[in-house]
């Protein structure tokens, strides 16, 4: 297994993992699955001014993290919006984690300070995952999505990177996305 950074042409292997939770359930909010074209369009514009990692295990995609903007307004710009998808086959053997703690050291390096993720509730393996991994939850936004048959409710959780912020002056914002380099056997 080995963690890497993505390109577009891993769209087809990051959809396998991702279509099933648009087709049914609710943790994503798309109603249809993104096509490979569009998919790969995210992984490239995420990687001009994030980053996107993959997990491989001989050759499939078995799982995917990346971060991304949180609001447009410049005062936000030093916050970013993290996912994570595993490929059930590879759950519980610390790849989420993995993937996560990866990213999180290029979001930081990069210069970004804060790091949100949303939740559709109920979603124990995520809201555990960010739990152990040091986010705390800010706070639930109720009845704000409809899928899968119900209104959904979605916890927002939130954990600092970087130096702590406690700046009295506003800091440089982040840089250039920060690459992995290379793949990272794991
Ligand atoms: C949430 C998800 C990414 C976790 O990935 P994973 O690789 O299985 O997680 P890890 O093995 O790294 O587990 C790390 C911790 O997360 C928590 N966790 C993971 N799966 C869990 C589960 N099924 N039930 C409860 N806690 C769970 C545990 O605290 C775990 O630590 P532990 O194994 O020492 O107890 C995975 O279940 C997934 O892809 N789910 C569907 C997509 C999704 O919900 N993504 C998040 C969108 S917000």
Redesign the pocket.
């Known amino acids: 297994m080995q963690i890497r950074d993505a390109e577009p042409a891993d769209a087809p292997g990051c959809l396998a993992v991702y279509a099933p939770?648009v087709s049914a359930g609710a943790?994503s909010f798309e109603e249809t699955p993104p096509g490979v074209d569009e998919f790969a369009l995210r992984i490239a514009r995420i990687l001009r001014t994030h980053a996107f990692l993959v997990a491989e295990a001989d050759g499939a995609i078995a799982?995917f993290a990346y971060g991304g903007p949180h609001r447009e307004r410049p005062a936000y710009r030093w916050s970013a919006e993290v996912?994570?998808?595993?490929d059930p086959l590879?759950?519980?053997?610390?790849?989420?984690?993995r993937l996560y703690g990866s990213l999180f050291a290029l979001l930081a390096e990069q210069g970004y300070r804060t790091l949100l993720?949303?939740?559709a509730l109920p979603?124990?393996?995520?809201l555990?995952?960010h739990h152990?991994l040091g986010f705390i939850e800010a706070g639930v936004f109720r009845n704000v999505g409809w899928k899968a048959g119900g209104w959904r409710d979605v916890a927002w959780l939130q954990r600092s990177i970087g130096a702590p912020p406690s700046e009295t002056a506003a800091p440089h914002p982040p840089g250039a996305p920060v690459r992995l380099g290379g793949p990272v056997v794991i």
């Open positions: 939770h943790t799982g996912s994570v998808y595993i590879h759950h519980r053997q610390g790849l989420g984690a993720a949303g939740v979603n124990p393996a995520s555990n995952l152990r």
